[in-house]
């Protein structure tokens, strides 16, 4: 959608909220529901009322999205496929299909924009949706999301979940609660009770480390961190700080962004096994390299900067980046450098795992429709 666009459908909403004081916004996020592996039994019945995983399932496999079958035993993204396995033996691993995936969120978005021009996605299966000036004039938020929820169904045969608030935050954890195809509503005047009762873990923005730092204070629900001062979250957690002191409090003015950009570009390969040499890591680097390059080719999207991610065998992680004043698209040139962010750091690690390159400050400015690296596993 062009500038002018959404200059008028914002134009649209702050018009909407002044002729009606008692107007609040309408924010609806919509969560598809174990998006790749329900793709996948969707194509294949076979697939259907059993438990899979999409990923890969060897020893040095991750596990991408569980179906809703695996989930009961405990099998969760980013798990390690050996792990998954051990917890449910008779889990059945399918290997990822992402055009596919990008084709049906493309089919999913096309129904948002039925309702509202302000969309922000998230990643292929989830987005923002602003829907307080609506395309079909549907008073109720609630009542969009029913609408969406229904023709997402009939369109793709799949299901996705809602939350519907008055921002971004509570709409999110909202979408949550009554997975799958489940729809919750927070309320204005509900939303501080709400945020009271529920646990920091649960709060969209606190990770696990942040989480475990919050509980060292005594902070384990929303009615603990509305306790602290905004000037002890600001020291104890920088920006993010003032972002929970007023978040705790359903305070979230944040716009649905329709203008959402792509950062970076990357690719990264988990290994079937650790690697410590040179030549070892070597060729794998140089396969790397090639993927990498053919992504930047068909984007026709290049960035300014290198960055070489390796992930050692006890799970740290190490950066290494190189910048230019130009944008870098020469493949002879990505892989020098590649070769020799490796090699100027061939100390800092025993043994990888992973190995990843990524290219940032991008030529373009691109929709982030896929929403993280294109991740395979060494075959």
């Known amino acids: 959608m062009d500038s002018q666009a959404v200059c008028e459908n914002v134009s649209r909403i702050v018009y909407h909220c002044i002729m009606d004081p008692a107007a609040t916004r ?69 290997p990822p299909r992402f055009d596919v995936y990008q084709e049906v969120s493309r089919q999913v978005r096309a129904i948002f924009a039925d309702y509202t ?28 999301a029913k609408a969406i929820m229904k023709q997402v169904e009939e369109e793709t045969q799949l299901t996705c979940s809602a939350g519907v ?24 005047k509900d939303a501080e009770a709400f945020l009271e009762k529920l646990p920091v873990k649960d709060f969209f923005g606190v990770g696990k480390v942040t989480a475990a730092k919050m509980e060292k204070m005594d902070i384990y629900t929303g009615a603990d961190l509305k306790k602290v001062s905004q000037l002890e979250l600001a020291r104890r957690f920088g920006k993010m700080g003032v972002f929970y002191y007023n978040i705790v409090r359903g305070i979230d003015n944040r716009p649905v ?39 930047l080719d068909k984007a026709d999207n290049y960035g300014r900067t290198l960055t070489l991610k390796l992930k050692t065998s006890n799970f740290q992680t190490l950066t290494r980046s190189k ?54 596993d060494w075959e």
């Open 26 to 94: 309408k924010i609806v996020h919509i969560d598809m529901d174990a998006f790749y592996a329900s793709v996948e039994q969707r194509d294949n019945p076979a697939l259907r009322g059993k438990p899979i995983a999409v990923g890969g399932g060897g020893k040095r496999g991750v596990t991408t999205t569980a179906s809703y079958e695996a989930r009961q035993f405990g099998v969760r993204s980013a798990m390690p496929g050996y792990r998954a396995k051990q917890l449910c033996p008779q889990l059945i691993f399918v």
């Open 117 to 144: 021009d302000l969309i922000e996605p998230l990643s292929l299966d989830e987005a923002f949706l602003d829907v307080t000036v609506n395309k079909k004039n549907i008073p109720y938020g609630m009542d969009v």
């Open 165 to 188: 608030s008055y921002c971004k935050f509570l709409a999110k954890v909202a979408s949550g609660f009554k997975k799958p195809n489940g729809l919750t509503i927070i309320r204005p």
């Open 257 to 295: 962004n329709p203008s959402r950009v792509r950062k970076s570009l990357g690719v990264e390969r988990t290994l079937n096994k650790d690697l410590s040499t040179l030549d070892e890591i070597k060729p794998v680097l140089l396969d790397i390299i090639d993927k990498f390059c053919e992504r």
């Open 323 to 376: 910048s230019k004043d130009y944008y870098i698209k020469d493949k002879q040139e990505i892989s020098q450098l590649a070769l020799r962010l490796l090699r100027e750091n061939q100390t800092a690690f025993d043994k990888i795992r992973l190995i990843g390159l990524t290219a940032s400050n991008l030529e373009k400015e691109q929709e982030d429709l896929a929403g993280q690296q294109l991740r395979f």
